[in-house]
């Protein structure tokens, strides 16, 4: 049986646009994935540079995610990922893109806002969102949430530098006591590049066998 030319362009369609959403898109949340990601924020910062816009990126790490796992099972931690995922969503603006970044973190980049109040309401209120009980399977769970917060172009020109510097605030909340957000100040690096150097040197008077017990 010989299909109508219309219908077989539309179905050739449709599947090539299955593919590119499965190829830019997180399977499991259906958020967008690192790729979209990527190319999102490098087009915002080319065009920022140009029109001088502002831009935001927040990475955001789940707390007591790994418990969850560890206690429920992987089933009930994606379950939990999913509905993270629609809250995040929820609780952004249209032009927000919001990405799983892999694991239990997510990253959502605000490309044209005002300026750091803007920035940090949001990130407030993503906080109590993420956390608010969860119910899951008959279960209520409860996690926190750890943000990290950069702003283009202050704290960096590249795509590259502002992940690498939203991830430097997160992982400084994370030693601070968690579930918090911080934005990103030069200062982290300069922190996280000195106890990086410490372990270093720790690591070769070990194997110089230089350290010795005096009490």
């Known amino acids: 049986v010989l299909l109508p030319v219309a219908l077989v362009w539309q179905s050739r369609k449709q599947a090539e646009a299955d593919i590119l959403h499965m190829a830019t898109h997180d399977s499991l949340t259906g958020l967008a994935n690192r790729a979209l990601l990527l190319e999102r924020v490098k ?96 279960k209520t769970l409860y996690i926190g949430s750890s943000i990290g917060v950069a702003m283009f172009p202050q704290d960096g020109l590249s795509v590259a530098d502002l992940l690498k510097s939203s991830d430097t605030a997160m992982y400084r909340v994370k030693e601070t006591g968690r579930n918090n957000y911080m934005f990103f100040t030069s200062s982290m690096s300069q922190e996280l590049s000195d106890r990086f150097a410490l372990l270093e040197d720790l690591r070769q008077a070990i194997a110089r066998g230089e350290l010795s017990l005096v009490y």
């Open 43 to 138: 087009q915002s910062v080319e065009s920022g540079r140009r029109q001088q816009d502002k831009a935001a990126v927040l990475f955001i790490d789940l707390d007591q995610f790994k418990g969850v796992n560890d206690s429920l099972g992987h089933d009930t931690g994606d379950l939990l990922l999913v509905q993270v995922a629609q809250r995040l969503t929820h609780n952004v603006r249209t032009e927000d893109t919001v990405a799983r970044q892999g694991g239990d973190e997510f990253i959502v980049f605000l490309p044209f806002v005002d300026g750091v109040a803007g920035v940090q309401a949001l990130a407030e209120k993503l906080l109590k969102a993420l956390s608010e009980p969860y119910l899951i399977q008959g």
